[in-house]
């Protein structure tokens, strides 16, 4: 159980200050421990894992949005990332690992539990397949 005696959600929506996101962070790191997903990202950019049959795909979008209005945040340049460097928790070294869908195979190496690897290349948007 982690609890903060502060309203430090509020409080990162009203003013976005980093210490109260790295607040969160910490507490959520000393109840999980290492994240699934451990990856050099700006804070702009965002991933997510999905599982699929043998294949496990991590999903890196890279769009910097802007505030045009009071109300809305549009979102409609790439901001290309390059060298990303990823980790990723899985139970059982993959066979493969390639970009998709143009299926260009990239280099890895798994010791204790995690995949390693460096994606290239994010312009927008960019898949990584883990395959069993």
């Known amino acids: 159980v982690g609890y903060v005696p502060f309203p430090v959600f509020s ?8 210490p109260y996101r790295y607040l969160v962070q910490g507490c959520i790191e000393q109840l999980i421990g290492r994240p699934l997903v451990e990856i050099d990202l700006p804070s702009y950019a965002e991933c997510t894992l999905m599982r699929k049959g043998d294949s496990t795909v991590l999903h890196v979008i890279a769009f910097c949005p802007q505030r045009r209005t009071r109300t809305l945040d549009l979102v409609e340049d790439e901001v290309p990332l390059y060298d ?27 010791s204790d539990g995690r995949a390693e690897f460096v994606i290239p290349e994010v312009v927008g948007h960019q898949m990584v397949v883990l395959t069993y």
């Open 84 to 110: 990303v460097e990823a980790s990723v928790a899985l139970k059982k070294r993959p066979a493969r690992v390639f970009l998709a869908p143009s299926e260009e195979a990239i280099e890895f190496s798994y």
């Open 11 to 18: 409080a990162y929506a009203e003013h976005a200050a980093l």
